[in-house]
């Protein structure tokens, strides 16, 4: 394994990812909640919560992770930050009233292209990496902006949902660290390929 992953065995950072992922779907198995804010001060709790609630921000969050550990160091690290800092631009655009065209046709292709470059185990220069990765984050982060309610603190609000978003880089990053075994490699390509199909629904309009 190399330095990226040191500490983490094959059994533990299984155990870490497996965990990680049944949070996630803890989280995930009431979706009504999605965007009504019921019971929430629109504040930190709800932009917590956008993202979680919302498969086509999380396959595309967690694919940031897992093309990083894919790629290794220092992909691993930097495209994780790289994401939720251009991602607050994106958002002080929607907030501000910039428009920006196609947001959930872009939305959907992070899904579907990171999913690709995951399930294909495609290497990229780190610089390429974190301008496509920050491409696409301007697209999730004006979603963001623009659906903030008019009455809550966008400061709170956008704080909420940095956090929520490393919460999923770091589940990719977890369940990246499987690469270390052949079978492994084979979970880290299938989920690849399975955000790879649900950016395609999204992107479709089947879902």
């Given at each position: ?20 992922f049944a949070l996630l779907l803890l989280c995930l198995s009431d979706p009504a909640m999605a965007h009504s804010g019921e019971g929430h ?167």
């Open positions: 394994m190399r330095s990226e992953f040191a500490g983490f065995t094959p059994r533990s950072s299984g155990l870490w990812a497996t965990t990680m001060s629109g504040g930190f709790v709800s932009g917590f919560l956008h993202p979680i609630f919302g498969w086509d921000h999380v396959v595309a969050m967690v694919a940031v992770g897992l093309w990083g550990a894919v790629l290794g160091s220092p992909a691993i690290w930097i495209l994780p930050i790289v994401f939720p800092l251009v991602m607050a631009i994106g958002a002080a655009l929607g907030i501000a009233g910039v428009p920006i065209p196609f947001i959930e046709v872009g939305i959907a292709l992070s899904g579907l292209v990171l999913g690709l470059l995951v399930a294909f185990l495609i290497k990229a220069p780190m610089v390429a990496a974190a301008v496509l990765v920050g491409a696409f984050a301007i697209f999730h982060g004006h979603a963001h902006g623009t659906e903030l309610p008019n009455a809550v603190s966008a400061y709170t609000y956008g704080v909420g949902f940095v956090i929520a978003t490393g919460l999923l880089h770091a589940a990719g990053i977890l369940l990246g660290t499987l690469m270390g075994s052949e079978f492994g490699r084979y979970v880290v390509r299938g989920s690849g390929a399975l955000i790879a199909l649900v950016g395609a629904a999204f992107l479709m309009g089947f879902a």
